[in-house]
Structures are given as C-alpha cells and as structure tokens.
C-alpha cells in the first residue's frame, strides 16, 4: 500500500536511510517484504527541518522514486537532524503530486500507510468536519490529507494524541454511519520537527507493519567501524514500515492499538483509544 519512515538524532545526509542501506526505502518502493504491496510506484516525498526556517522542506514527484535521479543527488545534498520520507501505492486516488506525502501545514508533517474504506462514501461527510479556517489548504484528493486536516481540526498543533485519536474516531463513527464494517486502517506519522508522533491502529485490529529502533548504541557495538551509525549518533531515532537491516534485535514492532511519542531521545509508548471530537471544537 505504502512505505514509511520517520529518522531523528544527528544532522545526517538523506542518503544514508534512503538509500545506504540493506532493505532501504528505495529498495522497498521496488520490493516491499511486509507491504501490503510489493510495489510503492506511484510517487514519492521527502520532507526536513532545516536549521534556519520555521516551514520543513519537501521534495515530492509522482514518478517512482528508484528511477529518480533528482532524488538521488538531493538524499546525497541535503543533511538533517529530523526527516520523514514515503513511497505511495495509490488505493483509488490518482497519482499526482498533490497526492504525494509528506503533507504539510505550517511546521508539521504528516505521512500514512493505509486506508479510508469506502472513502468515496464517506469523503463528504469528513471534509465537511474538517475547520472552515484550514479547508482551503487541502490540495490533493487523498483520505491522507483528510486525516490529517481533521487532526488539524481537533488540535494537533496543542495535543497530537488528542487530535489523532478523535480523528479516527469520526472516520469510524462515520464509517459506521454508511455500514462499513472496518471503516479504517492506518499507520501513521506526525512531527513538528522537535518530536515524532507514530501510530499503529486500525478498525479491524490487522494494522500494516510499523516498527521503531531499539537502540543506536546497540548497532553502534554490532557495527563498531559504520561512519553511518556513528554519525547518526547514540540518541538517534527511527520509526518505520519495515527493518532497513536484517538484525532482529535492532527492531521493535509497533503494537496494535498504540501510539508513540519520541522527544529529546525519550521514547514513550500508549494505548491509542480513538473517541468521537469534543463537542466543544
């Protein structure tokens, strides 16, 4: 369906996550293990915080980003302490740039792997949900972008898991509404650049895979001699759809139902209990 990944630690160049590693993202838009897709051809984003400017940057095409030399020269140009990057299989929507993640909205990013179901069905009703004030910058034609404009909506700017977890209880109250069984599936990701919110959840309790790093300083004694895992440094972070390495002991899978909240090398894991919004929104 899609493929995700969230990195934090040391200023480090793209280059290293994207493509630098054994089963790196790229390698994943062409062969994903444990997608629900082998393939994640429909375009691709990358977005960074850069160390001057309030507005993360982004890079996103719709071509398929292992045939992109743009991106290559870019990953290998550009380093930064706090990036998120995502390759797209479209699920009904065309594959336009609009479409692509990460999306934006002043300091955050956001990025999903999954699904609305039924989401023509539905679209109307959570577009109309989302804040008069914020409808106007919705410019795709993704459920992505919807989910996140509502959580726009119900305060992720204040209170990420507050926001995520009354979006995904309209899009299930509404879902439920036009009898859709398992109205949603998703792994997602937001960051304001200082923190990563990551969430693994869906109606049916089979979310897509989501796992997070266990600790750099253990790869740093596994690989003592890698500049890569040196540079990144012992209090990096990574979130992501699937291992970038074939060592078990490095990755923790994401539960089901959870979210989780990475700052400042901290790393704090919750129950995720979507609720309908405040009625004081």
Not at 52 to 68: I, M, Q
Not at 203 to 219: K, N, P, V
Request: aromatic fraction near 10%.
């Amino acid at each position: 369906m899609c493929r995700w990944l969230a990195y934090s630690g040391k200023s480090v160049a793209l280059e290293t996550v994207l493509f630098q590693q054994e089963h790196s993202l790229i390698d994943q838009s062409l062969n994903s293990r444990l997608g629900h897709t082998t393939t994640n051809g429909d375009g691709f984003g990358v977005g960074w915080y850069g160390r001057h400017s309030e507005v993360p940057f982004r890079y996103r095409c719709l071509h398929p980003a292992w045939n992109d030399t743009n991106l290559r020269e870019t990953a290998r140009a550009v380093r930064a302490p706090l990036f998120v990057a995502h390759v797209r299989a479209a699920t009904g929507t065309p594959t336009q740039e609009t479409n692509c993640h990460p999306f934006r909205f002043g300091r955050w990013l956001f990025v999903h792997n999954g699904l609305i179901r039924e989401y023509p069905l539905v679209r109307r009703d959570l577009m109309m949900a989302v804040a008069p004030h914020l409808f106007r910058w919705i410019e795709g034609s993704t459920d992505s972008e919807v989910m996140f404009f509502l959580a726009l909506t119900f305060g992720l700017e204040r209170d990420p898991r507050g926001a995520l977890e009354q979006m995904a209880g309209l899009i299930e109250e509404v879902g439920h509404r036009y009898d859709v069984e398992f109205p949603l599936n998703m792994t997602v990701c937001v960051t304001d650049g200082q923190q990563i919110v990551a969430v693994r959840y869906s109606s049916e309790a089979d979310s897509r895979s989501l796992f997070h790093s266990t600790s750099f300083r253990q790869l740093r004694a596994l690989y003592p001699n890698d500049p890569r895992i040196i540079a990144a440094g012992d209090n990096a972070f990574l979130v992501l759809s699937e291992p970038l390495i074939d060592v078990q002991e490095v990755w923790e899978e994401i539960p089901e139902a959870t979210i989780l909240v990475a700052r400042g090398g901290e790393i704090e894991h919750k129950r995720f209990l979507p609720r309908l919004p405040d009625q004081s929104m």
